[in-house]
């Protein structure tokens, strides 16, 4: 046999091969989807002003399916929720998502093969109503969610607010089935488009504590604890902290947060200090607890160690998927480079970066 057929067929076996791989990976995504609910928006029954208008009922489905997309989008671009990072208020949680073409094809076999789906149903009325801003007549939207828990749920707005109307019924829509999906959308958001982004989340944490017993909160104190970190609104967020490591004393992202909110508030520095070696105890390669850490012996005027921290975090980080990583440990650095006693002192080892940790 001569060489180039055997480099012939060597090439020919590769191909089938990885045409095989191909199916099983294309394969997999598709059962997958398949097997994870779906959700479908049922045409809405409108009266006819609004038909009129041009808000049919395929419209108002197609509006409401938009939004749920738009929700998805946006939410999908993070992690799934059990793997919850929360940094400096930095909150990232989803559901897994899968590239829109598969997805499309695969939703046109769902009802056709009997798979789970939601479906949501329902339409808007004229409502004669005694509320000052329905003086000129208002729309109520129902909405029937036929899911493993049917619900029943409305929204009334003034006529003339029929787009915030469809908005917020879909986005009821989106909290019935997933609100942990609606909540990470809201951080995720930038905050002008989504300017009542607190009352939201309060909204959505209110929905999961409501549910006894709830494996989830922890989840959702630590939540509003970092969404009050945001505002820097230290004592509520520690609060907060504080009712989710009642429940779960180990939780690292709850120690992490409390430390980040502890080392702003004048004579706690010392037991954010605790907190955040507590968490790096549970996560030791949390880049970004070693940033709130190196923040926390800042404030305890031990700035060497800090800084010899912050490098430590650098090496870290680095080693991290670039998604994952964060402009924090670099502005963190860049700061006590310029005051830390020891800005020219050689790398710290990984021994002495433990150390300080410890």
Known sequence: M?????FDRTISLAARLFAVALGFAVGAVVAFELTDASVTIDEMSVPSDLANQGYTPSVVAHEILDEWANISTVATTTKRRQEI??????VELSLPAVELSIGSIVDSFRSRLGFPQEHVRGGIVNTVSTDPKCANGCYTFLLDLDGPTPDHFSITEPKENINQLIREASRLAVEKLDPYLLANYYYASKPADEPNREQEVYRLVAVVLATKPSDDDTWAYTLLGAM????ERWPEAVSNFNNAL?????????LNSRCWAKAHIPGEVGDAIVDCRAALGFDPDSFETMDSLAFALEQNNQRGAAFDLIRCALR?????PPAKRSGSVEQTYARLRLSAPNARSPEPTEAACKAITR
């Open 2 to 6: 001569k060489w180039f057929e055997v």
């Open 85 to 90: 990072s929360l940094g400096h208020g930095q």
């Open 228 to 231: 009050l970190n945001k505002q």
């Open 246 to 254: 009642a429940i779960d004393p180990h939780f690292a992202p709850a």
């Open 316 to 320: 870290v980080e680095q080693r991290a």
